[in-house]
């Protein structure tokens, strides 16, 4: 095996590992209702922001130099997107819980609808002008989805903190 390989088999154990953190079920319960939601530690949040901003330096200065530098990029950026995402707040209560829920949603939703109008244009795109774009293109949707929902969540949190005051 490459090197390449073993980052990718190490990606993904890392999001399955991540993954079953935050989910929790009962065994051999088919009840929606008896999952329960872990979140990391708020340490993990500045775990998450140091590895977007060393991915983020290491896309710009390496994205044409090496074969899979955009899909290491992204692999990476998504996890460290996914521990921002989901790590607890200073102050987690309900009113946080229904926040993250309501952009969770807002976000699966504009991404979908954004995705959706732009394939045409994402098709002609694969086949004729970035063949790269192929490899990465479940990765673009993933770092969509936890873009807009971090930015709805920290915006709806600030507006809310606003009204409060």
Not at 79 to 86: E, K, M, P, R
Request: proline share 2%; charged share 15%.
């Amino acid at each position: 095996m490459s090197i390449e390989e073993y980052i990718y088999v190490g990606a993904f154990v890392l999001y399955l590992g991540l993954s079953s953190f935050l989910v929790r079920r009962k065994a051999f319960s088919s009840d929606i209702m008896s999952i329960k939601l872990r979140f990391f530690p708020y340490l993990f949040k500045w775990f998450g922001i140091i590895l977007c901003v060393i991915i983020l330096a290491f896309g710009l200065l390496n994205w044409n130099k090496y074969e899979y530098s955009k899909e290491l990029t992204f692999y990476f950026l998504n996890i460290g997107l996914f521990l921002i995402a989901f790590s607890k707040e200073r102050i987690e209560d309900e009113f946080i819980h229904q926040i993250r829920l309501k952009a969770l949603i807002v976000s699966f939703i504009g991404t979908i609808a954004v995705f959706g109008s732009l394939f045409p244009m994402y098709l002609f795109l694969i086949f004729d002008i970035q063949p790269w774009i192929a490899r990465v293109s479940g990765l673009i949707v993933i770092t969509v989805i936890l873009t807009v929902y971090l930015f709805n969540f920290y915006y709806a949190k600030y507006t809310s903190n606003k009204n409060r005051e």
